[in-house]
């Protein structure tokens, strides 16, 4: 076996004095779809946050291709190819959508292929397309989770860190989303998911780990997952 | 007509000067919600930088303006670096920011002060003559402000919307941390825009002392319409402040033509009062659409 793309090793971080994340250890192999899961406000984002470099680890360390990440700037992180969709999108919200997809392809690197990356994000993700001169703010809430995946994709990064993509969108419109998420799995985008609803990852995940109070207190493959409902549900509540 | 005509050169050339200090202030607050209170000190600083290029160091016209607009940038990315980066990382860094700017003005003008002496000297650079439209006349100082300035908002516009570097700066404006996770380097793109702002303000200072006179205090006038305008604008809003900037400066040459000059500016804080009531967030200022 290789080594994982993502390797996060018994990191602890937290705001202020208080901790978030205690000993959380994680892996992601290239190419594969790994979810978090767990309860709202039990650290899922600031994990997020620890590998994109928003907030500084106390202790452990994180690592992407053997190499540490964790320390380094965040514009450092993304030029690495580490790529965070953020929780409730944060967009650039008086630039038109195209403005907004120019952002993502910011580092230099991406930006080269700038032209190139937003062919591909258009044919994957059409809407977009219609609605390219059109300002972000006047989007629907679909659109704009579109907008923002499509605007996480512009980077063409190693590794993927999608927070909460279904978060305030109504069901059928997640539908479409973890259509994106699946087709993007299919061409081997490498993904780390976050997702409070556990059901909802059961198609698509490799590997869930169940992340409690900031501990990882379980872990498995999405059939497991299925299998040990009742771990599950002690934890999520059903 | 002649009146019309005499207040509109005149509206125009307070307009183009005012446009170009206002959009230097507006991009500090658009990128960190933080007035620039040495923005008048950058500004003269400008007016006798250019004075001293031509005068002292015998640079031709357009070598100072240029060497002077270099100066200003140089001097607001020092401020930036040696002062406003140093609060950054603190809660509730924009008030202390506001008055370490007071600190950079004054020291800045203390020191115009002590090199050149608080007599106004007149600006060299002042273009002499002009021509006839009708009974009206126009200074060809005047029509080479506004073609200077539309010059400059042009590539500004063009830097803001077309480039990497701008839209980065659009886009630290609107959400830092997006900024962030989009791998932008926010101190690197803050460096910038005080670098910009000064060298706009820098030009702007130019322009001014060329219809004035140099003196340390030069600054103040200027600056205060500059927030007068960007208050009116939107505070932020680089486009708005823009129109508003000539709105307002066609409005100063009217005022001043019909009831006279002491009356201007209380005219100008009467159509800021006017403007606030009918509209809090300013002519231009973003009305939040929220969808969710």
Known sequence: MTAPLLEIRNVEAGYGGQKVLRDVSLEVPAGGLVTLIGPNGHGKTTLMHAISGLVRLTSGEIRLEGQAISGRKAHQIV??????????????????????????????????????????????????????????????????????????????????????????????????????????????????????????????????????DGRIVWQGSADEMEENADILETYLGG | MDTTFQILVSGLTLGAMYAISTVSLSLIWGALNVLNMAQGALLTFGGYVAYV??????????????????????LGLFMYVAVVRQMLNREGFEVNVIIATVGVGTVLEAMLQKFFGAYP??????????????????????????????????LLAMLMARTRMGRAMRAVSQSRDAARLMGVPVNLVYAQVFALAGGLSAASGIMLSTITTLAPTMGYDPMLKAFIICVVAGLGNVMGALYAAFMLGLFEAFIQFAFGVRYAFAGMLLVVIIVLVWKPNGLFGRTKVNRL
């Open chain 2, 53 to 74: 290029a031509f005068s002292g160091m015998g640079l031709g016209v357009p070598l100072s303006i240029i060497f002077s607009v270099a100066a200003g940038g140089l």
């Open chain 2, 121 to 154: 000297i007149r600006q060299p650079l002042t273009v002499e003559g002009g021509f006839f439209v009708g009974s009206t006349h126009v200074p060809f100082n005047s029509v080479i402000i506004v073609f200077g300035s539309a010059i400059l908002m042009v």
């Open chain 1, 79 to 212: 030029e690495k190819g580490v790529v965070q969709i953020p929780q409730g999108d944060i967009l650039f919200t008086d630039m038109s959508v195209q403005d907004n997809l120019m952002m993502g392809a910011y580092p230099k690197a991406a930006y080269a292929n700038a032209g190139e990356s937003l062919e591909t994000v258009y044919k994957l993700l059409p809407r977009l397309e219609e609605r390219r001169g059109q300002i972000a703010s006047t989007l629907s809430g679909g659109e704009r989770r579109m907008l923002s995946i499509g605007r996480g994709l512009m980077a063409n990064g190693k590794l993927l860190l999608i927070d909460e993509p279904s978060l305030g969108l109504a069901p059928l419109v997640i539908d479409q989303i973890y259509e994106v998420i699946a087709d993007l799995k299919a061409r081997g985008t490498t993904i780390l998911l976050v997702e409070e609803n556990a059901s909802r990852v059961i198609g698509v995940a490799d590997k869930v780990y169940l992340l409690d």
